[in-house]
């Protein structure tokens, strides 16, 4: 029951009464047993049930029932009934930080992509909003959740949600004593299934990979805080090395070194000032000693790989995988990113640009069944991280890489991937996607918390 959501609608006749499609009332009269209660998210009710027969296939509400749950609008839901309770919804928390006193702009520079998050909830079927640490009144139960309808951004004051979806900006951010206890609190105190609660450690992701014998093969050999001797077995063995911040992200902080077997020099390509530089040493000892006056303190040192090629400057993919409405990863985009000329990275910001991978398959003469190959591996890697993962992991960002020989390689998993590759007009239906995806994850889940409780809180 309530796997499609329908309309649901404010009525004005009789008291504490929801109204349901014939269909649904015929059921409950053939199992002797009617719902006396209705929830929207942490806040439950006693009501009535009745059938209403204009045909239409929609929820009605009493206007009583509707202000005292605090439905926010009209709009498609899903309904769950459990042990005589309608559950409504589900009601889905983007937790987040950053807001502003600006209702045209609440969250600055990431309104709109939280707009386009939020706009998903019709196709969905669901109440969407975000919120931050300040915005919950703890001792009433409730939230003052911004809501993204057509006439803009307002504030709505609803109870608190079935799920929440954690997007905050960074790891300062989710450090912070303030968004640990809102975790905390709603997760132990209100048992709020909680997914993407925590950003990837880049190392401990790796030697988790890697010591998998399922995935070890697609891991380039790397070192954390590494040994001069280590960078020169490395730069010996594969001829240039990649140094990145252990808990980095955005391709900050990137530089490889090369090492060229005929020639005596060595070369550091990396970012300084929003340009891309490259300068030349005569022994590797100047170069760490000038390059790295820090040491490699939380730095890990990776193997260079020698990717397959577009006009000359190498390609990587960025593949984001997400959990749908059936608790399932699949692939939802996929596009490839090419390095800026001297470029030690394909970010965009870093003069990269972003292709989608048909184009570079005819462009670099690449066989199709790599395209496949990138897939399996994307989503090999997703189910391997959330089994050794805690909590409730709904969408993975992955750099992979394929090199010369066709084999496939991983360079990073991100648990809150940027979206700069939706920029590019032919990756529209990736972007919508990836966006309904995690939704559908939250009713999914919110399904399981109703059903299987024992299940979902032991997870």
């Known amino acids: 029951m309530g796997n499609k959501p329908l309309f649901i609608k404010k009525e004005q006749g009789h008291q504490k009464t929801l109204y349901v499609p014939e269909s649904l009332f015929k059921k409950w009269v053939e199992h002797h047993t009617f719902p006396n209660k209705i929830s929207l998210g942490a806040k439950t009710v006693s009501c009535q049930v009745a059938p209403h027969y204009d045909k239409k296939n929609e929820y009605l509400v009493s206007e009583d029932l509707w202000e005292e749950l605090m439905i926010p609008y009209d709009g498609p839901v899903h309904l769950f009934e459990h042990e005589q309770v309608v559950y409504l919804g589900p009601l889905v928390g983007i937790f987040t930080a950053g807001f502003t006193n600006n209702l045209i702009r609440p969250i600055g520079d990431r309104s709109l ?9 019709r196709k969905v079927g669901a109440f969407y909003f975000i919120f931050g640490a300040n915005h919950i009144d ?11 309808k057509k006439d803009g951004w307002k504030q709505i004051v ?10 905050l900006p960074n790891r ?24 993407n609660p925590s950003f990837f450690d880049k190392w401990e992701i790796n030697q988790k990979l890697v010591s998998d014998q399922v995935t070890e093969h697609l891991l380039p050999k790397n070192y954390l805080n590494p040994t001069q001797q ?12 990649y140094f990145k911040p252990a808990k980095g992200s955005l391709g900050i902080g990137i530089q490889q070194v090369i090492k060229l077997n005929d020639d005596p020099f060595y070369y550091c390509r990396f970012r300084e000032k929003g340009q891309n530089r490259l300068r030349r040493y005569s022994s590797l000892k100047r170069l760490l000693h000038q390059q790295f006056p820090n040491g490699f303190k939380n730095m890990i040192a990776q193997q260079g790989i020698h990717l ?40 965009v910001k870093s003069g990269g640009e972003v292709k989608t991978v048909h184009e570079i398959f005819k462009e670099t003469g690449t066989h199709s069944n790599l ?24 969408e993975i960002g992955f750099d992979l890489g394929i090199d010369k020989s066709g084999e496939i390689w991983m360079f990073e998993a991100n648990s809150k991937p940027g979206r700069t590759i939706f920029y590019h007009p032919k990756l529209k239906h990736d972007d919508l996607l990836s966006r309904r995806l995690p939704l559908a994850y939250a009713v999914y889940l919110f399904k399981q918390s109703i059903t299987q409780p024992g299940r979902i809180y032991s997870s």
């Open 138 to 148: 703890w001792e009433n139960g409730t939230i003052n959740g911004y809501f993204y």
């Open 230 to 241: 280590q960078v020169e077995e490395l730069l010996d063995e594969y001829n240039h090395v």
């Open 371 to 394: 395209l496949t190959k990138l897939k399996e591996a994307a989503l090999l890697l997703s189910e391997r991280i959330d089994h050794t993962m805690e909590g409730f992991v709904g």
């Open 172 to 195: 300062r951010t989710e450090k912070l004593q303030a968004s640990k206890n809102v975790r905390e609190r709603l997760q132990n105190d209100y048992l709020i299934p909680w997914f």
């Open 308 to 347: 397959i090629r577009w006009q000359n400057n190498p390609i990587d993919f960025r593949l984001h995988t997400n959990k749908d409405e059936n608790g399932k990863w699949q692939v939802s985009a996929l596009a490839a990113k090419i390095a800026g000329p001297g470029s030690v990275t394909t970010h």
């Open 113 to 121: 992509l939280f707009a386009k998050l939020l706009s998903t909830d």
């Open 158 to 167: 609803v109870p608190f949600p079935n799920v929440v979806y954690d997007r």
